[in-house]
């Protein structure tokens, strides 16, 4: 399973790639409030590091950028994918599962332009992307857990489903918030999880794991004085 970092601060990409050796990022507009950064300054950053780090292109190293979430037409969507990919060949669209978004999704993915269906919180929806050819879907999980819904068969659904009919469309569980989600992603057979660097590094901590270094740190110390 591939990990993408969901973060739009590059120094975090940074160090997501050389210590978690991510496939890939997603970005999303209230990172942009997070950092205090606009989009297109966040864009310049991440294509630069992309072409820095040699990948030239979105199968190589795919980041995911949102398109401006007050756009609700088609026609709109459509022409600010287009502005976004064409800053860099790593881009992936984002686009959030409404018809008008499925609309520009599908003449984007006809034209060549990849993208990403996000904001998905349904089985339905995740057909719907599938259909049209997208290259990524984002099923949310953690936005869905809040408000107490219990998400490991809505996503093992949409996995079954898609190996059903052998859709091409690749499965990044989305709104990670532990290692838990990212072990049933794996038993499941998703194809990626994206989730924050926090989440990263818990889901390699364990608090036993502290306890053995310290227990054998004693007994490392007392066989020492031998
Ligand atoms: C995924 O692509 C989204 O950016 C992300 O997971 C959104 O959810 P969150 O910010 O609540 O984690």
Known sequence: MK?????????????????FGIDGVTTNPRQL?????KESEVMKELADWTSGHGFTDSGQFPVSIEVDPNLNQWEAIYQEA???A??????????PCTEQGLIAARKLEKEGIRTNVT???SRSQAIAVARLGAKFVSPFVGWKENYGED???YLNDIVQIYKNYDYKTEIIVAAVRSGKVIADAAKMGADIVTCSLDIMKNSVYHPF???GIRFFTDSWNEVKQL
């Open 82 to 84: 287009k502005r976004i």
């Open 3 to 19: 990990y993408f970092l969901d973060s739009s601060d590059v120094n975090e990409v940074e160090y997501a790639f050389q210590n």
């Open 86 to 95: 064409g800053q860099s060949p790593c881009f992936i669209v984002k686009i």
């Open 151 to 153: 998400t490991f068969d």
């Open 33 to 37: 409030k997070v950092i205090g950064k």
């Open 119 to 121: 904001l998905v919180f």
């Open 209 to 211: 794991t502290d306890y």
